[in-house]
Protein backbone atom coordinates (compact mmCIF):
# COMPACT_ATOMS: atom_id res chain seq x y z
CA UNK A 1 0.00 0.00 0.00
CA UNK A 2 1.16 3.56 -0.74
CA UNK A 3 1.99 4.85 2.53
CA UNK A 4 3.21 1.51 4.36
CA UNK A 5 7.00 2.46 3.39
CA UNK A 6 6.94 5.46 5.86
CA UNK A 7 9.92 4.81 7.83
CA UNK A 8 9.06 3.64 11.49
CA UNK A 9 11.21 6.09 13.22
CA UNK A 10 8.79 9.27 12.26
CA UNK A 11 7.29 9.52 15.93
CA UNK A 12 10.32 12.00 17.46
CA UNK A 13 10.32 13.86 13.84
CA UNK A 14 8.36 17.03 13.93
CA UNK A 15 9.21 18.47 10.41
CA UNK A 16 6.78 20.27 7.54
CA UNK A 17 9.22 20.50 5.04
CA UNK A 18 11.25 18.22 2.96
CA UNK A 19 14.74 19.94 2.66
CA UNK A 20 17.91 18.28 1.28
CA UNK A 21 20.15 16.52 3.47
CA UNK A 22 23.79 18.04 4.08
CA UNK A 23 26.85 16.46 3.21
CA UNK A 24 28.76 14.75 5.38
CA UNK A 25 31.88 17.03 7.05
CA UNK A 26 35.06 16.33 8.97
CA UNK A 27 35.14 19.65 11.13
CA UNK A 28 32.27 19.22 13.46
CA UNK A 29 31.99 23.35 14.36
CA UNK A 30 31.79 24.34 10.32
CA UNK A 31 28.70 22.29 9.83
CA UNK A 32 27.30 23.47 12.80
CA UNK A 33 27.50 27.28 11.81
CA UNK A 34 26.80 26.15 8.36
CA UNK A 35 23.70 24.56 8.64
CA UNK A 36 22.23 24.79 12.52
CA UNK A 37 19.12 26.88 12.81
CA UNK A 38 20.31 29.22 14.60
CA UNK A 39 22.91 28.97 17.67
CA UNK A 40 22.86 32.17 18.88
CA UNK A 41 19.85 30.99 20.01
CA UNK A 42 21.42 28.00 21.89
CA UNK A 43 23.68 30.17 23.13
CA UNK A 44 21.19 32.52 24.72
CA UNK A 45 19.30 29.44 25.96
CA UNK A 46 22.07 28.18 28.14
CA UNK A 47 22.65 31.48 29.33
CA UNK A 48 19.14 31.92 30.58
CA UNK A 49 18.81 28.10 32.02
CA UNK A 50 21.87 27.30 33.30
CA UNK A 51 20.08 24.65 35.31
CA UNK A 52 20.05 22.73 32.54
CA UNK A 53 22.73 23.20 31.00
CA UNK A 54 25.18 19.90 29.97
CA UNK A 55 27.95 19.56 27.84
CA UNK A 56 29.54 23.10 26.49
CA UNK A 57 29.56 24.77 23.31
CA UNK A 58 32.89 24.01 22.24
CA UNK A 59 32.01 22.33 19.31
CA UNK A 60 30.39 25.67 17.51
CA UNK A 61 32.74 28.42 19.10
CA UNK A 62 35.87 26.84 19.38
CA UNK A 63 38.06 24.24 21.30
CA UNK A 64 36.93 20.83 20.41
CA UNK A 65 39.13 18.39 20.81
CA UNK A 66 39.22 15.45 18.46
CA UNK A 67 36.41 13.13 18.39
CA UNK A 68 37.07 9.54 18.04
CA UNK A 69 34.47 7.62 20.28
CA UNK A 70 30.77 7.91 20.26
CA UNK A 71 31.20 9.33 23.74
CA UNK A 72 32.92 12.21 22.05
CA UNK A 73 29.96 12.29 20.33
CA UNK A 74 27.59 13.03 22.71
CA UNK A 75 30.27 15.27 24.12
CA UNK A 76 29.97 17.38 21.33
CA UNK A 77 26.84 17.73 20.92
CA UNK A 78 24.84 17.54 24.11
CA UNK A 79 25.42 21.37 24.26
CA UNK A 80 22.91 21.63 21.68
CA UNK A 81 20.07 20.98 24.16
CA UNK A 82 18.33 19.18 21.24
CA UNK A 83 15.90 16.34 21.60
CA UNK A 84 16.20 15.73 17.45
CA UNK A 85 20.19 15.02 17.86
CA UNK A 86 20.67 11.33 17.06
CA UNK A 87 23.67 9.34 16.64
CA UNK A 88 23.24 6.73 12.96
CA UNK A 89 25.53 5.42 10.77
CA UNK A 90 26.89 1.60 10.68
CA UNK A 91 28.33 1.22 13.89
CA UNK A 92 25.11 2.44 15.65
CA UNK A 93 23.49 -0.69 15.17
CA UNK A 94 19.96 -0.93 14.61
CA UNK A 95 17.10 0.36 16.98
CA UNK A 96 16.42 -2.76 19.29
CA UNK A 97 14.02 -3.25 21.93
CA UNK A 98 13.16 -4.80 25.44
CA UNK A 99 9.54 -4.88 24.78
CA UNK A 100 8.64 -2.35 27.49
CA UNK A 101 7.93 1.35 27.89
CA UNK A 102 8.93 2.71 31.07
CA UNK A 103 7.43 6.64 32.56
CA UNK A 104 9.50 8.55 34.92
CA UNK A 105 8.32 11.11 38.10
CA UNK A 106 10.12 13.95 39.05
CA UNK A 107 11.09 12.36 42.02
CA UNK A 108 13.44 9.90 40.34
CA UNK A 109 10.74 6.77 40.37
CA UNK A 110 10.16 4.47 37.35
CA UNK A 111 7.18 2.73 36.51
CA UNK A 112 6.67 0.13 33.72
CA UNK A 113 4.03 1.90 31.63
CA UNK A 114 3.00 -0.52 28.47
CA UNK A 115 4.24 -4.06 27.98
CA UNK A 116 4.55 -4.46 24.30
CA UNK A 117 4.51 -8.17 24.08
CA UNK A 118 1.81 -10.05 25.26
CA UNK A 119 3.79 -13.01 25.77
CA UNK A 120 6.05 -11.82 28.12
CA UNK A 121 5.67 -11.81 31.97
CA UNK A 122 8.53 -10.78 33.61
CA UNK A 123 7.23 -7.33 34.39
CA UNK A 124 4.09 -6.11 34.17
CA UNK A 125 1.90 -2.42 34.11
CA UNK A 126 2.52 -0.92 37.11
CA UNK A 127 5.57 -2.66 38.48
CA UNK A 128 8.34 -0.06 40.18
CA UNK A 129 11.90 -0.06 38.56
CA UNK A 130 14.14 -0.16 41.88
CA UNK A 131 17.34 -0.35 40.20
CA UNK A 132 19.01 -1.18 36.66
CA UNK A 133 21.96 -3.22 36.57
CA UNK A 134 22.64 -2.69 40.21
CA UNK A 135 22.41 1.11 40.38
CA UNK A 136 19.31 2.54 42.24
CA UNK A 137 16.44 3.95 39.73
CA UNK A 138 17.72 7.37 40.98
CA UNK A 139 21.28 7.41 40.35
CA UNK A 140 20.96 5.28 36.97
CA UNK A 141 18.03 8.25 35.25
CA UNK A 142 20.50 10.97 36.68
CA UNK A 143 23.62 9.33 34.62
CA UNK A 144 22.01 7.71 31.54
CA UNK A 145 20.15 11.73 31.16
CA UNK A 146 24.02 12.78 30.71
CA UNK A 147 23.77 11.37 27.35
CA UNK A 148 20.21 12.44 26.08
CA UNK A 149 19.72 15.13 23.97
CA UNK A 150 16.88 17.29 25.18
CA UNK A 151 16.20 20.57 27.14
CA UNK A 152 15.73 19.88 30.82
CA UNK A 153 16.77 17.15 33.39
CA UNK A 154 13.47 15.97 34.15
CA UNK A 155 12.90 15.49 30.15
CA UNK A 156 16.04 14.33 29.68
CA UNK A 157 15.34 11.64 32.45
CA UNK A 158 12.31 10.63 30.92
CA UNK A 159 14.08 10.02 27.41
CA UNK A 160 16.30 7.75 29.07
CA UNK A 161 13.41 6.13 29.71
CA UNK A 162 11.94 5.73 26.77
CA UNK A 163 15.39 5.17 25.30
CA UNK A 164 15.90 2.22 27.63
CA UNK A 165 12.89 0.28 25.77
CA UNK A 166 13.11 1.43 22.25
CA UNK A 167 16.59 2.50 20.93
CA UNK A 168 19.60 2.27 18.81
CA UNK A 169 22.56 -0.40 20.15
CA UNK A 170 24.89 2.48 20.73
CA UNK A 171 22.33 4.33 23.02
CA UNK A 172 22.09 1.15 25.34
CA UNK A 173 25.81 0.89 25.26
CA UNK A 174 26.46 4.40 26.04
CA UNK A 175 24.10 4.27 29.26
CA UNK A 176 26.02 0.32 29.91
CA UNK A 177 22.69 -1.25 29.02
CA UNK A 178 23.62 -3.61 26.19
CA UNK A 179 22.08 -6.46 28.47
CA UNK A 180 19.76 -5.63 31.31
CA UNK A 181 18.94 -6.60 34.78
CA UNK A 182 15.93 -4.83 36.71
CA UNK A 183 15.12 -4.69 40.42
CA UNK A 184 11.68 -4.76 40.21
CA UNK A 185 8.38 -5.02 42.76
CA UNK A 186 4.92 -5.82 42.03
CA UNK A 187 2.75 -3.38 44.41
CA UNK A 188 3.66 -4.62 48.04
CA UNK A 189 5.75 -8.03 46.70
CA UNK A 190 8.92 -8.54 47.66
CA UNK A 191 11.43 -7.02 45.03
CA UNK A 192 13.15 -9.58 42.80
CA UNK A 193 15.50 -9.36 39.64
CA UNK A 194 14.81 -9.71 35.94
CA UNK A 195 17.01 -10.16 33.49
CA UNK A 196 16.05 -9.00 29.71
CA UNK A 197 17.96 -9.28 26.31
CA UNK A 198 17.19 -7.03 23.44
CA UNK A 199 16.02 -8.03 20.27
CA UNK A 200 15.07 -5.84 16.76
CA UNK A 201 12.82 -3.15 16.29
CA UNK A 202 10.43 -4.01 13.22
CA UNK A 203 7.55 -2.22 11.53
CA UNK A 204 5.17 -4.31 13.55
CA UNK A 205 6.82 -3.51 16.68
CA UNK A 206 6.50 0.46 16.45
CA UNK A 207 2.93 -0.35 15.32
CA UNK A 208 2.22 -1.58 18.61
CA UNK A 209 3.93 1.20 19.87
CA UNK A 210 1.88 3.29 18.32
CA UNK A 211 -1.38 2.06 19.67
CA UNK A 212 0.38 1.62 23.19
CA UNK A 213 0.81 4.87 24.14
CA UNK A 214 -2.20 5.93 22.17
CA UNK A 215 -3.96 4.26 24.85
CA UNK A 216 -5.57 6.34 27.83
CA UNK A 217 -4.01 5.93 31.41
CA UNK A 218 -6.99 7.72 32.08
CA UNK A 219 -11.38 7.04 31.89
CA UNK A 220 -13.15 8.80 29.30
CA UNK A 221 -14.43 11.58 31.74
CA UNK A 222 -12.98 12.30 34.78
CA UNK A 223 -15.17 13.61 37.93
CA UNK A 224 -13.56 16.58 39.65
CA UNK A 225 -15.49 17.94 42.47
CA UNK A 226 -19.23 18.64 41.09
CA UNK A 227 -17.56 18.57 37.67
CA UNK A 228 -16.88 15.95 34.82
CA UNK A 229 -13.95 16.39 32.83
CA UNK A 230 -13.84 14.36 29.06
CA UNK A 231 -10.51 12.99 28.33
CA UNK A 232 -8.86 12.75 24.61
CA UNK A 233 -5.94 10.78 24.43
CA UNK A 234 -3.31 11.56 21.75
CA UNK A 235 -0.10 9.79 21.89
CA UNK A 236 1.11 10.17 18.64
CA UNK A 237 0.84 11.62 15.09
CA UNK A 238 1.52 8.13 13.58
CA UNK A 239 -1.09 7.40 10.44
CA UNK A 240 0.94 5.39 8.72
CA UNK A 241 -0.24 2.53 11.20
CA UNK A 242 -4.01 3.85 11.44
CA UNK A 243 -6.09 1.90 9.12
CA UNK A 244 -8.61 5.02 8.87
CA UNK A 245 -5.52 6.91 7.35
CA UNK A 246 -4.17 4.10 5.50
CA UNK A 247 -8.15 3.54 3.73
CA UNK A 248 -8.45 7.37 3.04
CA UNK A 249 -5.34 7.48 1.40
CA UNK A 250 -4.83 4.87 -0.82
CA UNK A 251 -8.51 5.31 -2.40
CA UNK A 252 -6.37 8.53 -3.87
CA UNK A 253 -5.12 7.03 -7.13
CA UNK A 254 -1.58 6.86 -8.06
CA UNK A 255 -2.16 9.18 -10.80
CA UNK A 256 -3.85 12.39 -9.15
CA UNK A 257 -0.95 14.94 -9.99
CA UNK A 258 -1.23 16.58 -6.61
CA UNK A 259 1.69 14.78 -4.35
CA UNK A 260 0.04 15.79 -0.95
CA UNK A 261 -3.48 14.91 -1.73
CA UNK A 262 -3.28 11.56 -0.68
CA UNK A 263 -1.21 12.12 2.77
CA UNK A 264 -3.99 15.22 3.16
CA UNK A 265 -7.03 12.83 2.89
CA UNK A 266 -5.38 10.53 5.01
CA UNK A 267 -4.95 13.43 7.64
CA UNK A 268 -8.55 14.57 7.56
CA UNK A 269 -10.34 11.34 7.47
CA UNK A 270 -7.99 10.79 10.85
CA UNK A 271 -8.69 13.87 12.01
CA UNK A 272 -12.76 13.67 11.65
CA UNK A 273 -12.90 10.62 13.27
CA UNK A 274 -10.96 12.64 16.60
CA UNK A 275 -13.76 15.19 16.24
CA UNK A 276 -16.55 13.03 16.37
CA UNK A 277 -14.69 11.33 19.22
CA UNK A 278 -13.87 14.66 21.23
CA UNK A 279 -17.78 15.66 20.31
CA UNK A 280 -19.55 12.63 21.73
CA UNK A 281 -16.82 13.25 25.24
CA UNK A 282 -17.83 16.89 25.44
CA UNK A 283 -21.52 15.84 25.10
CA UNK A 284 -20.92 14.14 28.53
CA UNK A 285 -18.56 16.70 30.01
CA UNK A 286 -18.13 20.10 31.22
CA UNK A 287 -14.97 20.56 29.99
CA UNK A 288 -12.40 18.68 27.74
CA UNK A 289 -8.39 17.79 28.02
CA UNK A 290 -6.61 16.74 25.73
CA UNK A 291 -4.10 14.38 26.56
CA UNK A 292 -0.76 14.80 25.39
CA UNK A 293 1.64 13.33 28.36
CA UNK A 294 4.34 11.15 26.97
CA UNK A 295 3.27 11.96 23.27
CA UNK A 296 5.80 10.63 20.70
CA UNK A 297 5.61 13.40 18.62
CA UNK A 298 5.15 12.21 14.18
CA UNK A 299 3.57 14.00 11.48
CA UNK A 300 3.48 18.23 12.65
CA UNK A 301 0.87 18.57 9.67
CA UNK A 302 -1.36 16.40 11.04
CA UNK A 303 -0.95 17.65 14.96
CA UNK A 304 -2.08 20.95 12.60
CA UNK A 305 -5.35 19.98 11.70
CA UNK A 306 -6.27 18.22 14.89
CA UNK A 307 -5.05 21.56 16.69
CA UNK A 308 -7.49 23.57 14.15
CA UNK A 309 -9.98 21.15 14.64
CA UNK A 310 -10.32 21.35 18.43
CA UNK A 311 -9.07 25.20 18.47
CA UNK A 312 -11.89 25.74 16.43
CA UNK A 313 -10.25 28.60 13.92
CA UNK A 314 -6.48 28.11 11.77
CA UNK A 315 -3.42 28.06 14.23
CA UNK A 316 -1.66 31.27 15.21
CA UNK A 317 1.18 31.99 12.68
CA UNK A 318 3.59 29.50 12.73
CA UNK A 319 7.01 29.62 10.78
CA UNK A 320 10.05 27.54 10.52
CA UNK A 321 13.33 29.31 11.15
CA UNK A 322 16.57 27.61 9.08
CA UNK A 323 19.82 29.53 8.61
CA UNK A 324 20.47 31.89 5.34
CA UNK A 325 24.05 32.65 5.57
CA UNK A 326 26.15 34.28 8.78
CA UNK A 327 24.49 36.28 10.55
CA UNK A 328 20.68 35.73 8.92
CA UNK A 329 17.54 33.44 9.19
CA UNK A 330 15.00 32.61 6.96
CA UNK A 331 11.43 32.21 7.68
CA UNK A 332 9.13 29.81 5.34
CA UNK A 333 5.50 29.69 6.16
CA UNK A 334 3.87 26.39 7.00
CA UNK A 335 1.49 24.76 4.06
CA UNK A 336 -1.56 26.51 3.68
CA UNK A 337 -3.78 22.99 4.51
CA UNK A 338 -7.17 23.50 4.28
CA UNK A 339 -9.33 22.64 7.62
CA UNK A 340 -10.68 19.46 7.90
CA UNK A 341 -13.60 20.29 10.00
CA UNK A 342 -13.77 21.43 13.49
CA UNK A 343 -16.11 20.53 16.93
CA UNK A 344 -19.07 21.57 17.40
CA UNK A 345 -17.95 21.85 21.25
CA UNK A 346 -17.55 25.04 22.77
CA UNK A 347 -16.69 23.48 26.53
CA UNK A 348 -13.48 24.94 28.23
CA UNK A 349 -10.75 23.11 27.18
CA UNK A 350 -7.59 21.58 29.33
CA UNK A 351 -4.37 20.64 27.89
CA UNK A 352 -2.26 18.10 29.85
CA UNK A 353 1.32 17.69 29.41
CA UNK A 354 4.91 16.10 30.98
CA UNK A 355 8.43 16.00 30.82
CA UNK A 356 7.67 13.43 27.97
CA UNK A 357 5.67 15.35 25.62
CA UNK A 358 7.46 16.24 22.61
CA UNK A 359 8.10 17.23 19.26
CA UNK A 360 4.58 17.48 17.20
CA UNK A 361 3.05 16.76 20.72
CA UNK A 362 4.44 20.38 22.01
CA UNK A 363 3.54 21.70 18.93
CA UNK A 364 0.10 20.85 19.42
CA UNK A 365 0.24 21.56 22.91
CA UNK A 366 1.26 25.29 21.73
CA UNK A 367 -1.34 25.75 19.13
CA UNK A 368 -4.36 24.70 21.32
CA UNK A 369 -2.46 27.54 24.62
CA UNK A 370 -2.24 30.22 21.59
CA UNK A 371 -6.51 29.73 20.62
CA UNK A 372 -7.03 29.63 25.06
CA UNK A 373 -6.62 26.25 26.18
CA UNK A 374 -4.86 26.22 29.70
CA UNK A 375 -2.10 23.80 29.91
CA UNK A 376 -1.54 21.61 33.21
CA UNK A 377 1.36 19.35 33.80
CA UNK A 378 5.69 19.56 33.43
CA UNK A 379 7.16 21.63 30.93
CA UNK A 380 7.84 19.62 27.85
CA UNK A 381 10.81 18.41 26.17
CA UNK A 382 11.37 21.55 23.85
CA UNK A 383 11.25 19.72 20.47
CA UNK A 384 10.30 22.69 19.56
CA UNK A 385 11.87 22.03 15.71
CA UNK A 386 12.94 19.30 12.99
CA UNK A 387 14.41 17.30 10.43
CA UNK A 388 13.95 15.49 7.37
CA UNK A 389 13.03 11.59 7.86
CA UNK A 390 15.15 11.46 4.84
CA UNK A 391 18.21 13.07 6.37
CA UNK A 392 21.27 11.44 6.20
CA UNK A 393 23.21 12.86 8.80
CA UNK A 394 26.99 14.09 8.60
CA UNK A 395 29.96 12.32 9.75
CA UNK A 396 31.25 13.21 12.92
CA UNK A 397 35.36 13.85 13.07
CA UNK A 398 37.02 10.24 12.67
CA UNK A 399 34.53 8.46 14.98
CA UNK A 400 32.83 6.35 12.35
CA UNK A 401 29.59 7.61 13.86
CA UNK A 402 27.19 10.21 11.74
CA UNK A 403 24.98 12.52 13.03
CA UNK A 404 21.51 13.94 12.27
CA UNK A 405 20.28 17.26 14.00
CA UNK A 406 17.22 19.38 13.57
CA UNK A 407 17.12 21.41 10.47
CA UNK A 408 14.42 24.03 11.67
CA UNK A 409 13.22 26.08 14.83
CA UNK A 410 9.01 26.92 14.44
CA UNK A 411 9.11 30.46 15.95
CA UNK A 412 4.71 31.40 16.46
CA UNK A 413 3.50 34.70 16.19
CA UNK A 414 0.15 35.83 17.86
CA UNK A 415 0.88 39.46 17.19
CA UNK A 416 1.10 38.47 13.38
CA UNK A 417 3.81 40.73 12.98
CA UNK A 418 6.33 38.65 11.22
CA UNK A 419 6.74 37.72 7.72
CA UNK A 420 8.86 35.27 5.37
CA UNK A 421 11.55 36.15 4.44
CA UNK A 422 15.44 36.61 5.78
CA UNK A 423 16.02 38.34 9.04
CA UNK A 424 19.32 38.95 11.22
CA UNK A 425 19.25 36.11 13.57
CA UNK A 426 19.75 38.60 16.76
CA UNK A 427 16.68 40.23 16.01
CA UNK A 428 15.08 36.65 16.09
CA UNK A 429 16.96 36.00 19.40
CA UNK A 430 16.48 39.01 20.68
CA UNK A 431 12.47 38.57 20.32
CA UNK A 432 11.77 35.19 21.15
CA UNK A 433 14.65 35.70 24.05
CA UNK A 434 12.68 38.02 25.72
CA UNK A 435 10.97 37.82 29.60
CA UNK A 436 13.16 34.70 29.82
CA UNK A 437 11.57 32.55 26.80
CA UNK A 438 8.29 33.29 28.10
CA UNK A 439 5.74 31.87 25.69
CA UNK A 440 3.14 34.72 25.34
CA UNK A 441 -0.18 34.70 23.36
CA UNK A 442 0.83 39.01 22.49
CA UNK A 443 4.37 38.21 20.94
CA UNK A 444 6.46 35.83 18.99
CA UNK A 445 7.89 32.82 20.94
CA UNK A 446 9.67 29.60 20.19
CA UNK A 447 10.04 26.65 22.89
CA UNK A 448 13.10 24.54 21.32
CA UNK A 449 15.20 23.71 24.65
CA UNK A 450 13.07 25.60 26.99
CA UNK A 451 9.89 23.55 26.05
CA UNK A 452 6.35 24.85 26.59
CA UNK A 453 5.74 26.24 30.35
CA UNK A 454 2.52 24.90 31.98
CA UNK A 455 0.13 27.66 33.09
CA UNK A 456 -0.18 25.34 36.13
CA UNK A 457 2.32 23.32 37.28
CA UNK A 458 1.89 19.86 38.43
CA UNK A 459 4.73 17.31 38.73
CA UNK A 460 4.44 14.02 37.90
CA UNK A 461 5.11 12.17 41.52
CA UNK A 462 5.16 8.36 41.96
CA UNK A 463 1.67 7.57 43.06
CA UNK A 464 1.28 9.28 39.36
CA UNK A 465 2.76 6.73 38.04
CA UNK A 466 0.14 4.19 39.53
CA UNK A 467 -2.81 6.14 38.88
CA UNK A 468 -2.83 7.61 35.29
CA UNK A 469 -1.80 10.69 36.78
CA UNK A 470 -5.95 10.76 37.53
CA UNK A 471 -5.44 12.56 41.08
CA UNK A 472 -3.02 15.21 39.61
CA UNK A 473 -5.62 16.03 37.20
CA UNK A 474 -8.03 16.87 39.73
CA UNK A 475 -5.26 18.72 41.56
CA UNK A 476 -4.76 20.38 38.37
CA UNK A 477 -7.83 21.59 37.25
CA UNK A 478 -8.67 22.69 41.02
CA UNK A 479 -5.78 24.99 40.97
CA UNK A 480 -6.56 26.09 37.68
CA UNK A 481 -10.33 26.82 38.21
CA UNK A 482 -8.98 28.63 41.83
CA UNK A 483 -6.58 30.61 39.92
CA UNK A 484 -9.17 31.41 37.48
CA UNK A 485 -7.28 30.32 34.22
CA UNK A 486 -10.85 27.71 33.88
CA UNK A 487 -14.10 28.45 34.26
CA UNK A 488 -17.05 25.40 34.68
CA UNK A 489 -19.89 27.12 36.76
CA UNK A 490 -21.47 26.26 39.16
Known amino acids: MKF ?45 FPEDVIGTNAAWSGGQPAIQTADDVVAALTGLADQHVAITGPKAGAKETLGVLFRTSSDGHMVVWRVLDPGHVALRPGDDILAVNGRPIADWLKQ ?30 LTGTSSVTFNAATGGAAPRDVH ?116 GRRPVSTFQVMPSGPGMVRLTSLPEDVSCGVVRSKKPLIVLTDAGTRSAGELMATWLWTAGATVIGERTVGAGGGRDADSAGFDVGNSGYRALISGEFEVFDPSDSLRPGDMKETAYVDLVARDHFAPSRKKPFSIQGVGLIPDVTMPTGKDDLHDGGRSALVRGVQSAIKQGRVSLGQ
Open 4 to 48: TAIAAGVLALASFAVYSAEQSDADLGAYLRRTYPSLLYVDRYRSE
Open 144 to 173: ASSTTFGGNPRSRQSEAAYNLGVAPAIVHQ
Open 196 to 311: MVFRPVDGALMSTVATAVDTSDLPDVVTVGKHRIGILRVGAFAPQYDPVFQAAANAIPDSDPDPDRAMLAGFCAVTRAMIQKFDGLADRSDAMAVDLRGNLGGFAREAYLMAWAIG
